[in-house]
T-cell receptor, first 111, second 113 residues
Framework: GDSVTQMEGPVTLSEEAFLTINCTYT??????LFWYVQYPGEGLQLLLK?????DKGSNKGFEATYRKETTSFHLEKGSVQVSDSAVYFC??????????FGTGTRLQVFP | EAQVTQNPRYLITVTGKKLTVTCSQN?????MSWYRQDPGLGLRQIYY???????DKGDVPEGYKVSRKEKRNFPLILESPSPNQTSLYFC????????????FGPGTRLTVL
């Protein structure tokens, strides 16, 4: 069935380091792909999305490109800040009405 | 202010005692859904609704019921809670479906003893 696999955390980085969080998916058809972020004690917020192959989603310095050939949607940021510390979820949208989330990756950024 | 509200935020109950967690949105969204979040499992969708009187099962619907009698409200009902339903629950809404931005509520932490 449809599924999302993302790298286990925690990912621990120093401020201004480069970030990559890997996400791969398995799906039939043409899914949409999302990254959501959850700050401590809060609900999830949409970070970025891509709805078709080769689309690049971007927001707040984060980017991810929908790669159909490698079934991937890796999240990247060139220079992380302490305020980016959160849990990041990759998600797959299927059949226009179901969202399937990965298990989440905790990012910890230290000054 | 556009928001999704959930009540209660915290609840401790006992096995078998029926409970309802309310969810309300003020954005006139058509799509609403419920998720549970468990360590190591991420978020799993329980039920979703495309519009009033239209609901469908997500990945983990067993032991839960929902209703969508009004556009703004989407309550989650546990008829006979069990300890394995101890979890953090989130309600979410969006304009029309999952490709639209999902707005999440603050969460309800449920403990079933």
């Amino acid at each position: 069935g449809d599924s999302v696999t993302q790298m286990e955390g925690p990912v621990t980085l120093s401020e201004e380091a480069f970030l990559t969080i890997n996400c791969t998916y398995t799906a039939t058809g043409y899914p949409s792909l999302f990254w959501y972020v959850q700050y401590p004690g809060e609900g999830l917020q949409l970070l970025l999305k891509a709805t078709k192959a080769d689309d690049k989603g971007s927001n707040k310095g984060f980017e991810a490109t929908y790669r159909k050939e490698t079934t991937s949607f890796h999240l990247e940021k060139g220079s992380v800040q302490v305020s980016d510390s959160a849990v990041y979820f990759c998600a797959l949208g299927v059949d226009t009405d179901k969202l399937i989330f990965g298990t989440g990756t905790r990012l910890q950024v230290f000054p | 202010e556009a928001q999704v509200t959930q009540n209660p935020r915290y609840l401790i109950t006992v096995t078998g005692k029926k409970l309802t967690v309310t969810c309300s949105q003020n954005m006139n969204h058509e799509y609403m859904s419920w998720y549970r979040q468990d360590p190591g499992l991420g978020l799993r969708q329980i039920y979703y609704s495309m519009n009033v009187e239209v609901t469908d099962k997500g990945d983990v619907p067993e032991g839960y019921k929902v209703s969508r009698k009004e556009k703004r409200n989407f309550p989650l009902i546990l008829e006979s809670p069990s300890p394995n339903q101890t979890s953090l629950y989130f309600c979410a809404s969006s304009r029309q479906g999952i490709t639209d931005t999902q707005y999440f509520g603050p969460g309800t932490r449920l403990t079933v003893l």
